[in-house]
């Protein structure tokens, strides 16, 4: 009804500005255009009605009897909040904020919103300029949006900040060389990143160090940066063994990197190509600090593995190679979408590796407090049903947290899962960030050589095992637990270490 509400104001000069027209009922017997106004313009409205009508059936085009439903009073917070909440529903990529809203009638009509960075970053040039118009289309009095940024404290726990005191850049001081050279005295903060660029230098935390090959031979090294709320995917290629930083004594420290910067605007999320690294200290950056673990499970109850061929496939095979001592935790989430910064788990499947057989397995179905889409529920078989009233995932990380104590994480592809993981563990304060991690999908093509594709089942193919049930969390981290062990038993054979 906006488009209405300029034309009937172009029509008559202003005359009927002060009058929103918010929606239009239909019925057999005609249409009911409500109009809202203040009390003190019901009069107004009341002599002006025919006129009205008359410029909404020429600007509506109506075929049908139009009457007017009057509507002069004041808005209420509950009324507010409700017409809010129906809005933003329509935005799935924000859905998580509407437990957050609330509403103010006084001394101000007032919409309050709470929202991490990155979702600010991303709803700033969309859900927040619509939602502004919306509030201007439907009430005669200003509504105002007031949102709030959700930062991190350096404990884990959460407190607010005004958008309008968001930085860009941190100052650091402290520069310790690893490898490169990084000039200057500013980085950029990882949320502020939304475009292309040359030559950038961004601050945070050091995760998830990973070498891989590519299909020639060549070395190169994924890692990831990750600063509260947000997460950076960073590659690095070392001209020499000397160069690696994957064994460097880096993971859970404050770093800066130097580089290209390249940025996906349809998931708004970048990466960088790493030409320099050094360790500084930083004011910005906060490593959540770690906590014992708590003293029993919950929620999720770890359950026994038990399954026949660990018989054939670990016991027969000679000695335990020297990589598959200790203790690794294999996980893998299923999830609402591919976007770390507004999609959410929709389930968590892991199991236990300690000395190269597998122990206990973990595993739950999460509420993502939003739909899941059609073609998510195709591939994964995973519906809103189901995830109605399972747990939170803030409320299974502490249960995963104990269960994956003192543990290693292997995945297939961790660049995809690790950040949901670390991004939950910051929100909630568990520390995931220190943990030693290794990626199958890096280890296959130095155990396989000449695997066409890195996909877990053509992995598994090239391995003579099977996944019965892949697109399921339990079911693809069991598999990556028996690639994982699988190729290291190979590499052994062959006498190459990773």
Not at 1 to 29: C, D, H
Not at 154 to 159: F, H, I, K, L, R
Not at 301 to 310: A, D, F, H, N, T
Request: charged content about 25%; some cysteine; aromatic content about 10%.
């Amino acid at each position: 009804m906006n488009k209405i509400y300029k034309e009937i104001n172009e029509q008559t000069n202003g005359k009927y500005k002060s009058l929103r027209f918010p929606k239009a009922t239909f019925s057999k017997v005609g249409v009911t255009v409500t109009v809202v106004c203040k009390k003190e313009d019901r009069q107004f409205v009341e002599t002006n009605k025919s006129e009205l009508i008359d410029l909404l059936t020429k600007t509506c085009a109506f075929h049908s009897e139009i009457k007017l439903a009057i509507d002069d009073s004041d808005p209420t917070a509950s009324g507010i909040r409700s017409a809010v909440v129906a809005f933003t529903e329509k935005f799935t990529y924000v859905s998580s904020v509407l437990h957050t809203i609330s509403a103010e009638v006084q001394p101000e009509y007032k919409v309050k919103i709470k929202m991490h960075r990155a979702m600010y970053d991303l709803a700033k040039n969309d859900y927040i300029v619509r939602l502004n118009e919306f509030l201007s289309d439907n009430y005669a009095v200003q509504v105002n949006a007031d949102i709030e940024i959700v930062e991190f404290s350096e404990s884990g726990t959460v407190y607010s900040a005004k958008v309008d005191n968001g930085i860009k850049e941190y100052d650091v001081t402290d520069i310790r060389p690893v490898v490169g050279e990084i000039f200057g005295s500013k980085a950029r903060t990882i949320s502020s990143i939304d475009a292309n660029g040359y030559n950038m230098t961004v601050c945070g935390i050091f995760a998830m160090p990973t070498a891989f090959r590519s299909k020639g031979g060549r070395r190169y090294e994924r890692f990831l940066l990750y600063d509260g709320e947000t997460s950076l995917q960073c590659r690095y290629s070392p001209q020499t063994e000397a160069d690696s930083i994957v064994n460097r004594d880096l993971t859970n420290k404050t770093v800066c990197v130097f580089g290209n910067v390249e940025y996906d605007s349809a998931r708004n999320e970048a990466s960088v190509s790493v030409r320099a690294l050094a360790l500084c200290a930083c004011s910005g950056p906060k490593i959540v600090e770690k906590r014992p673990a708590p003293q029993k499970y919950e929620r999720i109850i770890p359950k026994p593995y038990e399954e026949y061929v660990q018989s054939s496939m670990f016991d027969s095979v000679g000695a335990l190679p020297p990589a598959l001592r200790g203790g690794f935790v294999v996980f893998d989430f299923e999830t609402t979408g591919l976007s770390i910064l507004y999609d959410r788990p929709t389930e968590l499947g892991a199991v236990k590796l300690v000395d190269g057989r597998i122990t206990e397995t973990f595993s739950t179905l999460i509420d993502p407090r939003r739909p899941i889409p059609p073609e998510v529920v195709e591939k994964t078989g995973i519906t809103d049903e189901m995830v109605k009233g399972q747990p939170l995932f803030e409320d299974v990380l502490p249960d995963f947290y104990k269960f994956s104590e003192g543990c290693s994480f292997v995945c297939h592809n961790i660049a995809f899962d690790f950040p949901f993981l670390l991004k939950g563990g910051n929100r909630s304060g568990w520390a995931f960030g220190d943990r030693k991690t290794f990626d199958t999908m890096a280890i296959a093509p130095i155990a396989l050589p000449g695997i066409p594709k890195l996909s877990l089942d053509k992995v598994l193919e090239g391995l003579g095992l099977v996944n019965d049930n892949a697109h399921r969390a339990m079911s693809d981290a069991a598999a990556t637990a028996k690639a994982f062990a699988a190729m290291h038993r190979l590499l052994a054979e062959k006498d190459v270490t990773l």
